[in-house]
């Protein structure tokens, strides 16, 4: 506490001293700084505003952020667990690809997540996470579980908060990639995967010439049980939607609870095929001047799905587009030029659609698509779906600059737009009931701050929620160029951390961060302390894969054994500082292994690893974890297992010998 005064103190007299702010750089006489801090900034040419960037990140040892973002680990396939401010990476939560340090695909639990997103039993290492989704109790993030898809093979997991792992990857069953997910619903009814590249449903085979008539997008609401922590594909159900390549989604709330949004970027049904002398896809789909924003009713899908009109397509239950058309599920409006991003305002209001082609923001008014509903006689799209005008529906347009994508929101009633092409977040300010909040006339640009470089997605502090904090907004940038050392050709991403507290044009780059690893997407900012994850496992002989007590946990070293049935050699294993028990394992050649382990750990932090050499069997043994491994012994020889994590001073110790007899 007292350093926070004094960090603060410091900030006041840097502040106040710079007087004109501008460039000039702290120099000892004028900084007000004490002596050695004043010189050190000098020497390192800092401006006031470094100095109150620095200030604003830097976290003395020990203290904790107050913000975690969750980041989508893009084509790794992971999620990345970033403290905000400090930007310091606290983990990387392994999902669609096998990590060992996690023990995950190597012999362990993980198997089994991972195995259930197998693609017609095809077996599939890796995912391109897009968008994280934190559930939601009202509207507002709850920290019990976090939703990611996987745009490659349109998978979808679900991470337990409680400690911090997949628990479950599903595939979607009839699409074979997806984009607009993920996305809850105000109370994590559903999660919402929609579709992005069009193809006929359940990836048959049709040929691109019957486009317009076999292809289709589709979309999927997942419903999510709590008590067990899993999507339930039995109550889930889809929609069948045009062919014109759905892309990001955003559930409304509050006023506009029940109904989803998502942009979509190919209504010229262009199918490509440069090589034929046709126009190449990023011509043809940007033929026409507008595409449709999709606008769902899923509250009455729901009933409509419950009321069994339906028909069932490998296992999942389906509404066909003509019953959408026919119960009023399924509206659309023109959006301008490649749309991008569909984002509902703190209070459910206003829709928020992005243009990478038009520099406008289009913000659409949920009363008014309402009203135009209920007035009906509307036109249809070649295929039916009602199309409201769109001068009946939209309440504004910002210009803001070139390539708008994403929006965010704050407490003070500014957006936040990432501009893509301009490398630009703008601020602007939101019109009608939010005019209240902020300073400025409504929809209105107030500053734009240049990132570096080409800023994809923009994240806020609590932004998805009814209530947004209005601290922070990170810039997720596509490329970094100059701003880290030369690593080779392969450069990483760049997060950068703006400081959105003051008004009008005060927004603030604080902090850079590389991400060298894969090109996260999107990214979610909670209250760090809405989160509770356990420290050790509640109980001794706890199996994280079902959250429960593991039915081969051992609680004490008597109980360690192992057990011969036939050729199948069972093994009830404890592990505990700094031993195995037991230490001398001797099998046949050829024999079937089952082989439970518990820790019997309660001290936080005291993880134990568990490593077969030469069997590929890798584990993360947390206090109080059970795991089961099972595998045939088709080499014989002298092995070893091993602790693969350093916990204590005899960790070099902790092994034991496992011998395969020929
Ligand atoms: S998309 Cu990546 S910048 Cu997949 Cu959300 Cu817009
Ligand atoms: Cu247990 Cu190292």
């Not at 209005?470 to 160029?481: D, R």
């Not at 031993?579 to 001398?584: M, Q, V, W, Y």
């Amino acid at each position: 506490m007292m350093r926070r005064w004094i960090g603060i103190l410091l900030l006041f007299s840097v502040l106040l001293s710079s007087c004109s702010g501008g460039q000039q750089t702290v120099t000892p006489a004028s900084s007000g700084l004490p002596a050695d801090a004043a010189a050190l900034a000098a020497e390192r040419g800092f401006t006031p505003d470094d100095v109150y960037a620095a200030l604003k990140t830097y976290m003395p040892s020990g203290e904790l952020d107050p913000y975690i973002m969750f980041s989508s680990g893009g084509q790794s396939g992971q999620v990345l667990v970033i403290g905000v401010p400090s930007m310091r990476i606290l983990k990387v939560i392994a999902v669609f690809t096998p990590e060992p340090w996690q023990g995950f695909g190597f012999g362990g639990h993980g198997d089994q997540v991972l195995e259930d997103g197998y693609v017609n039993g095809y077996e599939i290492k890796w995912g391109d996470t897009h968008h994280p989704s934190l559930s939601e109790t009202n509207g507002e993030y709850d920290g019990q579980f976090l939703f990611i898809n996987d745009k490659a093979n349109a998978r979808l997991a679900v991470i337990d908060l409680r400690d911090f792992e997949t628990k479950q990857i599903i595939k979607n069953p009839n699409a074979i990639n997806d984009h607009g997910g993920a996305f809850v619903t105000p109370n994590t009814e559903y999660v919402i995967e929609g579709p992005q590249y069009a193809a006929p449903l359940g990836w048959e085979y049709a040929s691109l010439d019957d486009y317009e008539e076999k292809y289709r997008g589709v979309i999927t609401f997942w419903a999510f049980d709590r008590m067990s922590g899993r999507v339930i594909p039995d109550k889930s159900f889809q929609m069948e939607l045009p062919p014109y390549w759905q892309d990001l989604c955003d559930a409304g709330k509050k006023v506009s609870d029940g109904w989803v949004f998502c942009n979509s970027f190919n209504v010229e049904m262009a199918t490509g095929g440069i090589e034929l002398g046709n126009p190449p896809f990023e011509a043809g789909v940007s033929r026409g001047d507008t595409d449709y924003l999709h606008i769902i009713d899923w509250k009455k899908a729901e009933q409509v799905y419950q009321a069994g009109k339906v028909e069932t397509l490998n296992g999942m239950a389906l509404i066909r587009l003509q019953t959408a058309i026919d119960e009023g599920l399924l509206f659309f409006t023109p959006e301008p030029k490649s749309p991008h991003g569909a984002d509902v305002t703190p209070g459910g209001e206003f829709i928020v659609v992005g243009g990478k082609l038009d520099p406008h923001v289009t913000i659409y008014s949920f009363e008014k698509i309402q009203q135009a509903i209920a007035a009906g006689g509307l036109e249809t799209d070649s295929y039916g779906v009602p199309v409201i005008p769109l001068d009946k529906v939209m309440e504004a347009q910002v210009e803001l600059g070139l390539g708008p994508l994403h929006t965010v929101f704050d407490d003070k009633g500014y957006a936040y737009t990432s501009l893509f092409l301009d490398s630009a977040v703008a601020r602007w300010t939101l019109g009608g009931p939010y005019d209240s909040l902020n300073p400025e006339d409504g929809w209105t640009l107030v500053q734009k701050l240049p990132v570096q470089y080409n800023i994809g997605h923009i994240a806020a502090a609590e932004g998805d929620t009814a209530s947004p904090d209005g601290l922070y907004v990170v810039a997720l940038n596509k490329w970094s160029i100059d701003r880290f050392a030369n690593v080779g050709p392969l450069l990483p991403q760049n997060f950068q951390l703006v400081d959105i507290t003051g008004s009008g044009a005060q927004m603030k780059l604080l902090y850079d961060m590389p991400i060298g690893m894969a090109e996260p997407h999107y990214a979610q900012i909670i209250k760090a302390d809405k989160l509770n994850p356990f420290e050790v496992y509640p109980q001794v002989g706890w199996d994280p894969g079902t959250m429960a007590l593991h039915p081969n946990a051992i609680t004490s070293e008597d109980e360690a054994r192992v057990e011969r049935n036939g050729n199948v050699v069972e093994i009830w294993m404890t592990v505990l500082r700094s031993h195995f028990k037991p230490e001398r394992i001797e099998i046949q050649k050829g024999d079937h292994v089952i082989w439970h382990l518990t820790s019997l750990e309660q001290t936080r932090d005291a993880t134990h690893g568990f490593a077969i050499s030469g069997y590929n069997i890798n584990l993360s043994l947390e206090p109080g974890e059970t795991q089961t491994i099972e595998f045939d012994a088709v080499m014989s020889g002298t092995f070893t297992y091993y602790c693969t994590e350093f916990c204590s001073a005899l960790h070099l110790e902790m092994l034991g010998y496992l011998l395969v007899k020929p």
